[in-house]
């Protein structure tokens, strides 16, 4: 008996693994308009690849799915449930790399909510993720809106720090420019 109950469990496990995984793909292919999905309006698209993701979630919890999740309700205009999914995510899950994400998109939310005091703290949390790829991102974000806060001098000291902690970053030429640099 106890033979047949693994066997069926792992069955079972295999089962919703591929299905999760079915139906993460379908919603990727319509979250990205894919060639059956572009004459899609994009509020249907997006509507529809949150029903997949939900549905992968539901068969199997991953990090990313939750992503994608907060992602569709993101494009949708839906910013609390984005935000309601990404710290469901950022409570569950710790992959530092979608952890960044995560917060980073938590704050473009609640910028758009203009909520800047928790966009803030978003950001601030991914510079307190160790390796974290999106640190000089987020010193650059921050330094916006303590720049849009009429804040000037702190947001030039992010400026700074992002270009004395990442010389090399992309974000370079725009720090430079907004501290009135070359």
């Known amino acids: 008996v106890l033979i047949i109950v693994i ?3 792992t ?3 295999k089962t919703s693994k591929s299905k999760a995984l079915e139906l993460e793909f379908e919603g ?3 979250f990205y308009g894919d ?4 004459f899609i309006p994009a509020v249907e698209r997006y509507q529809k690849a ?7 979630y539901a ?3 991953r990090a990313d799915v939750l992503l994608y999740i907060a992602n569709c309700h993101y494009e949708l205009g839906n910013y609390d449930e984005a935000i309601k999914a990404l710290k469901d995510l950022s409570s569950q899950f ?3 790399k979608i952890i960044s994400l995560a917060y980073y998109k938590m704050a473009m939310s609640y910028i758009k909510k203009d909520d800047t005091d928790n966009a803030l703290t978003s950001l601030k949390n991914i510079l307190s993720i160790k390796d974290s790829v999106l640190q000089d991102m987020a010193l650059l974000e921050i330094g916006k809106i303590l720049e849009l806060s009429g804040k000037t001098e702190d947001a030039k ?3 700074r720090e992002l270009i004395n902690k990442f010389p090399k970053s992309a974000l370079l030429i725009e720090a430079k420019t907004r501290l009135g640099e070359k």
Do not use: H, V
């Not at 060639?35 to 572009?38: H, M, N, R, S, T």
């Open 59 to 61: 068969a199997k919890k």
């Open 35 to 38: 060639y059956d999905a572009q």
């Open 7 to 9: 066997i069926a469990f």
């Open 28 to 30: 990727q292919k319509l």
């Open 157 to 159: 000291n992010k400026y």
């Open 94 to 96: 710790s992959d530092p």
């Open 11 to 13: 069955a079972y496990q």
């Open 50 to 56: 949150l029903e997949m993701f939900k549905k992968s």
